[in-house]
């Protein structure tokens, strides 16, 4: 097999390659800092030779940036999988709020992933890029699961149906990232948060995201069943 594309499917992965995303993923839980990770810590963790790295690709920071996407996109699929056993619209918004707050709990790796987001170091250009390359192609999770829960619930008659679709979608996405900001920023930055914000930058999540669920309710005409 060529050089890793990061467009490739799960199946088609190399065992070498899993090791080395598996490796990033694991240092980045163990605090390393993913600017200085360097080529020989991730096939030390992964129990391979250097070398090998450059069979399947051709910088550092597409192994990185590859490793942390491949991991993203499985914890978003499961959630997605989660989201569509719950009974009705506001339950699977619920949930979705919900998973975020545990997916900060976790660990780091997703406060890393948005943090990289907002950074100019390579890793975070290359990611970036890559976000692009994808959101041109109509390859953007979040999107095209904003999109289907609004559609079902419209046919399940439990949401308005008189706005268009493209900004109902929008609207609930923006309001998902505005709870994941809160969340990320409460835990990475409170002190800048209480000079913006003073004693409200103390709100527990649960209440903030009972609000980010209120105004979504309120826009899409959606009620509690």
Known sequence: ?????????????????????????????????????????????AGIGKGTAYDYFDTREDI??????????????????KIWEKENFVARIRYGLASVDSQMSQGVCAL???????????IGQRL??????RSKAGNCQPL??????????????????????????????????AYLAFVVSG???????????GGESSMPCEEFGNLV???IMEELGAREC
Not at 16 to 27: F, P, S, T, W
Not at 69 to 81: A, I
Not at 128 to 133: A, P, Y
Request: aromatic share 10%; no cysteine; net charge negative.
């Open 1 to 45: 097999m060529g050089k890793i594309t990061g467009k490739e499917q799960r199946g088609e992965l190399p065992q070498k390659v899993l090791a080395m995303y598996g490796a990033v993923m694991r240092l980045m839980e163990e605090g390393a800092d993913i600017a200085n990770l360097k080529v020989s810590d991730i096939t030390e963790k």
């Open 64 to 81: 990185i940036v590859f490793a942390i996407l491949y991991y993203m996109e499985e914890s978003f699929e499961n959630l997605e999988k």
């Open 112 to 122: 890393r992933f948005i943090n990289l987001l907002f950074e100019s170091s390579k």
């Open 128 to 133: 970036g890029e890559i976000l692009r390359e």
């Open 144 to 177: 095209l699961l904003g999109r289907r829960l609004i559609e079902r619930g419209i046919q399940d008659g439990e949401i308005r149906s008189d706005l268009p679709i493209s900004y109902m979608t929008y609207m609930l996405v923006v309001k998902f990232f």
């Open 187 to 197: 835990r990475e930055n409170k002190e800048g948060m209480e000079a913006i914000f």
């Open 213 to 215: 669920i209120r105004g």
